[in-house]
T-cell receptor, first 119, second 114 residues
Framework: GAVVSQHPSRVICKSGTSVKIECRSL??????MFWYRQFPKQSLMLMAT?????????EQGVEKDKFLINHASLTLSTLTVTSAHPEDSSFYIC???????????????FGPGTRLTVL | AQKITQTQPGMFVQEKEAVTLDCTYD???????LFWYKQPSSGEMIFLIY??????QNATEGRYSLNFQKARKSANLVISASQLGDSAMYFC???????????FGKGTRLHILP
C-alpha cells in the first residue's frame, strides 16, 4: 500500500520551455501532497504543500509564478516549472500523506522523483 | 528551533554486522512523529520506520528498529544483519506537532562492505 508514482522520471528541455511533472497516489487518496527539490549530495528542500481543491502553500523563497502547483483531484498533483532555466535543473520529488495508513497520519510516502535537466 | 541532526556524514560497515545510525532532534512540541527514510542511488525515498512521540515501545519493522530515547531526544536507527543492498543514504526526519511538514536531517551515507 501507499504507492506514489511520478512522471516523467527524467526530462531534458531547452531553456525557456515549461515542464510539467505529475505526482499520483495510486492506492490511497491524498488531500495533501508535497513537492521537494534536492540538489546533489544534499537533503530534501520543501518547496510547497499542495492541498486538494485549494491554492498551494509555498515555502519562503520559492517563486510561485515559477513553480505552478495544481492539485485537481485527491490522487493527482502537478508541478509546472515555467520558463525553465539551467539553474532549475535538479531532482524534484513529490510525496503524499496516507491518513488511513498504519504508520501515523503524518507519514509521507514519496514518488520516485524526476530529474530535470535544462539546457 | 525545530531541528534534526545527523552527525555521521558517512559510515562503512562490514556485511552482516549491525549498524546504528545516529539522529537527535529538537522540538518543543509535545506531540511529534519521527521517521527514517532510505534513498538509494536511484533517488527514490523509501519509508522505513515511524515512531510517535507518545509510543511506549520502540518501533520495529523487520531488520529495522528505532531506538527512541525521548529524554535525550534521540531516535537512532538500528539495522540488524546488514546487507549489501543497505548501501544508501539514510535520512532521519521529524514532523513537529504532527503538522503537515516533515523536517529532514542532512543524511548519513552508509556503505556496506562485502
Amino acid at each position: 500500500g501507499a504507492v506514489v508514482s511520478q512522471h516523467p522520471s527524467r526530462v531534458i528541455c531547452k531553456s525557456g520551455t515549461s515542464v510539467k511533472i505529475e505526482c499520483r497516489s495510486l492506492d490511497f487518496q491524498a488531500t495533501t501532497m508535497f513537492w521537494y527539490r534536492q540538489f546533489p549530495k544534499q537533503s530534501l528542500m520543501l518547496m510547497a504543500t499542495s492541498n486538494e481543491g485549494s491554492k498551494a502553500t509555498y515555502e519562503q523563497g520559492v517563486e510561485k509564478d515559477k513553480f505552478l502547483i495544481n492539485h485537481a483531484s485527491l490522487t493527482l498533483s502537478t508541478l509546472t516549472v515555467t520558463s525553465a532555466h539551467p539553474e532549475d535543473s535538479s531532482f524534484y520529488i513529490c510525496s503524499a500523506r496516507d491518513w488511513t495508513g498504519r504508520f501515523g497520519p503524518d507519514t509521507q510516502y514519496f514518488g520516485p522523483g524526476t530529474r530535470l535537466t535544462v539546457l | 528551533a525545530q531541528k534534526i541532526t545527523q552527525t555521521q556524514p558517512g559510515m562503512f560497515v562490514q556485511e552482516k554486522e549491525a549498524v546504528t545510525l545516529d539522529c537527535t532532534y529538537d522540538t518543543s512540541d509535545p506531540s511529534y512523529g519521527l521517521f527514517w527514510y532510505k534513498q538509494p542511488s536511484s533517488g527514490e525515498m523509501i519509508f522505513l520506520i515511524y515512531q510517535g512521540s507518545y509510543d511506549q515501545q520502540n518501533a520495529t519493522e523487520g531488520r529495522y528498529s528505532l531506538n527512541f530515547q525521548k529524554a535525550r531526544k534521540s531516535a537512532n536507527l538500528v539495522i540488524s544483519a546488514s546487507q549489501l543492498g543497505d548501501s544508501a543514504m539514510y535520512f532521519c526526519a521529524m514532523s513537529p506537532n504532527r503538522d503537515d511538514k516533515i523536517i529532514f536531517g542532512k543524511g548519513t551515507r552508509l556503505h556496506i562492505l562485502p
